[in-house]
């Protein structure tokens, strides 16, 4: 007997109109998850982000490379000349260029502005000696040809690498240990898009000071060519001047003091607009460098950043400096959050806020750049010369924070991106960190950022460009007949037993 419908669950058969409306609904829903689908696709294509996770980011560009493509005025090409059949010297870098190319292409503007050839010359002979003739190469090289509007460049690929020439001795080709790709082709873009950009700039000599180009002073010296800026040295001769022609004037670790003409050349200087760097030696005597410094608001303590540490039966001192870099300045805004480190001997600074023997009051800006991090204090009896021990006295030392690097701009704009008839100065209480055996990293990065504000170039402030170094493994005799041992012998031989095992034990079940 068949049962008649629950009033709960009443059987009802829809009308035409109303699976209309439903067929309706259902097309609407679709049409606009389709539209937002599509608008959300379209927006990203413009707004998207890639990260480097490799170890070394190796693929990551630099922020003084992003925002060199990223300022371009007019779109530039980039020919990469080579034939992967190649054995000639800079062949072995062709992937990596490539690679690194692709990451310029991104950073200008999305692809718009940067286009990538490339010319097999083994394949296109027609269009290689095209580029031969017109950019006067030899046919055998590999290259990367840059053009920017009316002017280019050829650089050969053996200059994007750094060889090690000892194999030579023995008649084998130089091995690779390192890629600098970034670091020349960022130096000519630069160099080719602001042609005028080329300033120059002078080391103070005649008081201990160490020039650019120069061990130890070898890798400022590389540093400041690859980011097309010449550096000469000056020496400031009774009745001589700064140079008209200089953007920024270091003072790179004077050991000697300044004669009193050389101070007066050197506030003529400052006083007309000039910018300066300066980087203290504090183990030299300089008291006329000192109150020159205090005189335009910065004063070195004569002191010495340490703090101590508990090694148990007694207490050690740290001299090693650990600084962190402070906001509110274009050389610092991208390198905040990070440390560096001062080795050796480092005194702190002290800011003033006026001084009427150079600007009217009110109209000076001192920002410290770098202090200490907590635990460091500057210690005026560093040299212990009462015997009691390096201890912390309120009355005469500098508390945490202890400013080891310091910014002062009088006149003008006061605008990190801009210096129009403003006088700058930057003053650090050590210049070791510079040193070959000691720039890396961060300390580059700081010199970089620091020297690029000085002369106007603040959107190229920073982390610079990194050499990319290769790992090597170098093995003797006995390591390399112990490392064949194990991969042609014990290691097939262990997974021929683990496998027989197993295929053993299979065969052994399935019979039971």
């Known amino acids: 007997m068949a049962k008649n419908p629950s009033p709960e669950t009443p059987s009802r058969r829809s009308s035409p109109r109303a699976l209309r409306t439903v067929r309706w609904r259902v097309a609407l829903q679709i049409l606009a998850a389709l539209i937002v689908t599509i608008s959300i696709l379209?927006?990203?294509?413009?707004?998207?982000?890639?990260?480097?996770?490799s170890r070394s980011h190796k693929f990551e560009l630099s922020n003084q490379s992003q925002e060199t493509m990223w300022n371009l005025g007019s779109p530039a090409k980039i020919t990469a000349y080579y034939s992967p059949s190649s054995l000639r010297l800079g062949a072995e870098l062709s992937g990596d260029i490539l690679a690194m190319l692709r990451e310029y292409q991104f950073h200008a503007h999305h692809y718009r502005d940067l286009t990538v050839d490339r010319v097999d010359p083994t394949r296109d002979p027609a269009r290689a000696k095209e580029l031969q003739a017109k950019y006067k190469f030899?046919?055998?090289?590999?290259?990367?040809?840059?053009?920017?509007?009316?002017?280019?460049?050829?650089?050969?690929?053996?200059?994007?690498?750094?060889?090690?020439?000892?194999?030579?001795?023995?008649?084998?080709?130089?091995?690779?240990?390192?890629?600098r790709g970034e670091q020349v082709l960022t130096s000519a873009l630069i160099g080719l898009v602001e042609p005028s950009s080329n300033k120059k700039i002078y080391f103070l000599q005649g008081h201990g000071e160490a020039l650019p180009g120069l061990p130890p002073f070898q890798l400022v010296g590389q540093n400041l060519k690859r980011q097309n800026l010449t550096s000469a040295p000056l020496s400031l001769q009774p009745g001589t001047s700064v140079p008209s022609d200089a953007a920024l004037v270091i003072i790179a670790g004077a050991h000697f003091d300044l004669a009193p003409s050389e101070l007066e050349s050197l506030q003529t200087y400052w006083k007309a607009g000039g910018h300066l760097f300066v980087l203290l030696d504090p183990t030299g005597d300089t008291p006329e460098l000192d109150s020159f410094l205090a005189g335009i608001g910065i004063a070195p303590r004569n002191d010495r950043v340490l703090r101590l540490v508990n090694l148990g039966s007694a207490m050690g001192i740290l001299r090693d400096v650990t600084g962190e870099f402070v906001p509110g300045s274009e050389v610092t805004a991208r390198l905040v959050g990070l440390n560096i480190l001062f080795l050796g001997n480092t005194e702190s600074l002290a800011l003033e806020q006026n001084n009427s023997d150079t600007t009217p009051p009110g109209n000076g800006s001192f920002r410290p750049l770098?202090?200490?991090?907590?635990?460091?204090?500057?210690?005026?009896?560093?040299a212990n010369a009462d015997g009691h021990g390096v201890h912390f006295d309120r009355d005469h030392d500098t508390p945490y924070p202890a400013v080891i690097a310091a910014m002062a701009d009088l006149g003008g704009v006061r605008d990190d991106r801009v210096s129009v008839g403003a006088s700058r100065a930057i003053v650090v209480g050590s210049s070791d960190f510079l040193k070959d055996k000691f720039l890396a990293g961060t300390g580059l990065d700081f010199f970089s950022s620091s020297i690029n504000t000085l002369v106007d170039r603040t959107r190229l402030t920073g982390t610079t460009p990194k050499t990319k170094e290769f790992f090597t493994l170098n093995l003797?005799?006995?390591?390399?007949?112990?490392?064949?041992?194990?991969?042609?012998?014990?290691?097939?031989l262990a997974a021929a037993l683990i496998g027989g095992a197993i295929l053993w034990r299979r065969r052994s079940g399935s019979t039971q």
């Open 42 to 53: 379209t927006w990203s294509l413009g707004h998207y982000r890639r990260f480097d996770f």
């Open 138 to 179: 030899s046919g055998e090289e590999n290259v990367l040809i840059i053009d920017y509007k009316d002017r280019s460049t050829v650089i050969p690929f053996p200059e994007m690498g750094e060889y090690d020439t000892t194999p030579t001795e023995y008649g084998d080709r130089p091995r690779l240990i390192a890629f």
């Open 370 to 382: 770098i202090q200490a991090v907590h635990g460091f204090w500057g210690c005026t009896d560093y």
């Open 476 to 492: 003797d005799t006995i390591q390399l007949q112990f490392l064949a041992l194990w991969t042609m012998m014990v290691v097939p």
